[in-house]
């Protein structure tokens, strides 16, 4: 059992242990967390010193600039600031997706427009760049049929993008992207182009805002997408004399749509 004496003792104890292990933290703006001893602050800066080496004279600094600090602490910051303003940070993570609207224009100058769903997920290789995989499709819905087009297909495609972050305006990051991937059809809305699905090569090229907070983040782009693809069709050759002499694969054909995209992402 532990008399007052003792307990007065524990208690100093864990004071002490925590004044020991107590530090001051950086948070930069590309994501890093700093521990140490600030040991002066002006308007052009912040001067860091090891925890360790706080009560010496002439200790060890870093010296960080006021503009790569995002946040300043004197006790262990939480995991995510509820506060902060979205940017790309370094080793990053995003995860969303949104809604897509999708007008197509056709080899033959048809058009068609439509909506579509979009999942997402990325990764800030540095501040200024970054890589994402995406993938838009469609469901099935037997109550919606074109009688032009062959219906009740579903139809996806999945992509790679680069994307660029030149800069961030008062908390608004825009962005640039390039990619490209494959498309089995084309995700229309409930209905494919021909009666066999056809796989179609894919280039992406876009533009767009990201915002946020905490960790939850809002994304509004544009994309134009070109498709190209030769048909699993056949058409019958003959002779001047109308005999079936062979056939010949279609020709290749081309499509390109313009996107207008609003996602919600989540972000660490």
């Not at 006790?75 to 080793?91: G, L, M, N, Q, S």
């Not at 290789?125 to 037997?142: K, M, R």
Request: proline share 5%; aromatic share 14%; net charge neutral.
């Amino acid at each position: 059992m532990i008399g007052k004496k003792g307990l007065a003792a524990l208690l100093m104890l864990l004071c002490i242990g925590q004044i020991a292990s107590a530090q001051d933290y950086l948070r930069l703006k590309n994501g890093k967390l700093i521990p140490g001893a600030i040991v002066r602050v002006d308007s052009a800066a912040v001067f860091l010193a090891n925890w360790d080496e706080r009560h010496l004279p002439l200790p060890r600094l870093q010296v960080y600039e006021k503009q790569e600090i995002e946040s300043i602490w004197f006790r262990p910051p939480p995991r995510f600031d509820i506060k902060a303003e979205y940017r790309p940070r370094e080793r990053g993570w995003e995860f969303g997706g949104g809604m897509t609207f999708q007008s197509m224009k056709l080899s033959d100058n048809s058009s068609r427009r439509m909506l579509q769903f979009s999942i997402l997920g990325g990764y800030t290789v540095l501040p200024f760049v970054g890589i994402e995989g995406e993938a838009d499709f469609t469901f099935l819905h037997a109550a919606i049929s074109d009688s032009i087009w062959h219906p009740y297909q579903s139809a996806y495609q999945v992509s790679m993008n680069i994307l660029f972050h030149p800069v961030q305006i008062e908390g608004t990051t825009p962005f640039f992207l390039i990619g490209g991937g494959t498309a089995l059809d084309i995700p229309l809305s409930h209905t494919v182009l021909t009666l066999s699905q056809d796989s179609r090569n894919l280039l992406n090229l876009g533009a767009g805002l990201k915002w946020g907070q905490g960790s939850l983040g809002f994304r509004l782009e544009y994309r134009y997408q070109f498709y190209s693809w030769t048909p699993d069709d056949y058409i019958p050759i003959y002779d001047a004399g109308g005999t079936r002499i062979g056939e010949r694969r279609v020709d290749a054909q081309e499509a390109f749509c313009h996107l207008l995209r609003l996602g919600l992402f989540f972000y660490r």
